[in-house]
């Protein structure tokens, strides 16, 4: 679910000197952790059929237009993950190098809306039967993606913990399967012991691979802004490495995006960042699909 550049780019014009940042005037009402119950939001309607990656990624080539890149609010930049280790044998690991030649506010082709689920009761937390050929599952900061190519269904859970989406992805029992499956989770971790983090990161993976034996798993290191805690920036850079440098059967790990990005609220991405690390995801798997022919 979640172009034909080089692997591995963040998504920052070459050269670029970055801006200061500067407070948010209006912060995001949605929190980590939404208490407001409501049902899970209609998405805008579906384009028929489903392109194909390769098919979207060279439309995206030819659609995407560089704009003047806006005023940043909260800028952070994570601290770069390790490199793995030689001894993964099983795990796909990509790194990053160079920048991609867009601008923040690069156009994505078409706007499909996430599907964000408000349910109060976490244990209710449900996945509905899925029509897109890749699904994009994660927290909150997925709803503030505002452009995705048609063939990309996201689900967005505010104040969803790594076990929170294992539940969701093992009680899945509909057909058909989504082809790719890219897992955005984390964040809301930030103040759990890193090793407990990995270990359900793992269990998480084997799930998703269980439930859907037959698509590709892909699973994002987390972008770290500088404004949350010293220890919670030092636990999720952890996590990260741990990631980076794991053998994790059947699964694709994507290297956190390092390129300055902008928070509304120290948390939350502003819809610029959102779609630039979409977008850059949308390179990686990219890139992780050519690997392996």
């Known amino acids: 679910m979640d172009t034909t550049p080089a692997p591995s780019r963040a998504t920052t014009l070459p050269n670029q000197t970055p801006k200061r940042a500067r407070s948010s005037p209006s912060p995001c009402p949605a929190d980590i952790d939404s208490s407001s119950p409501s049902t899970p939001s209609k998405s805008s309607p579906r384009d028929p059929g489903s392109a194909n990656l390769s098919s979207f990624c060279a439309f995206l080539d030819q659609q995407t237009t560089p704009r003047s890149p806006s005023k940043s609010r909260h800028v952070s930049r994570p601290s770069p993950p390790r490199t793995r280790s030689q001894s993964v044998p099983n795990a796909t690991i990509l790194t990053t190098t160079k920048p991609v030649p867009i601008t923040p506010s690069t156009t994505i082709i078409s706007a499909t809306k996430p599907y964000y689920h408000q349910t109060k009761d976490k244990s209710l937390w449900k996945l509905p039967a899925l029509k897109k050929s890749t699904l994009i599952i994660g927290s909150s ?153």
């Open 141 to 293: 900061n997925l709803n503030r993606i505002t452009k995705t190519s048609s063939d990309t269904e996201i689900h967005s859970y505010p104040g969803a913990q790594i076990h929170h989406i294992q539940s969701i992805l093992e009680s899945y029992d509909h057909d058909p399967k989504p082809t790719t499956i890219i897992l955005h989770v984390g964040l809301n971790n930030r103040d759990q012991i890193p090793k407990t983090s990995f270990n359900q990161a793992q269990k998480l993976i084997a799930t998703a691979n269980k439930t859907f034996p037959n698509s590709k798993i892909l699973f994002t290191c987390i972008p770290i802004s500088n404004k949350i805690s010293k220890k919670a920036q030092q636990n999720l850079s952890t996590l990260n490495n741990m990631m980076m440098e794991s053998s994790i059967n059947s699964a694709t790990i994507l290297p956190p995006y390092e390129e300055e990005f902008e928070t509304v609220d120290n948390l939350h991405w502003s819809p610029e960042t959102a779609n630039s690390i979409y977008l850059f995801w949308i390179y990686q798997l990219q890139a992780s699909s050519k690997s392996l022919n």
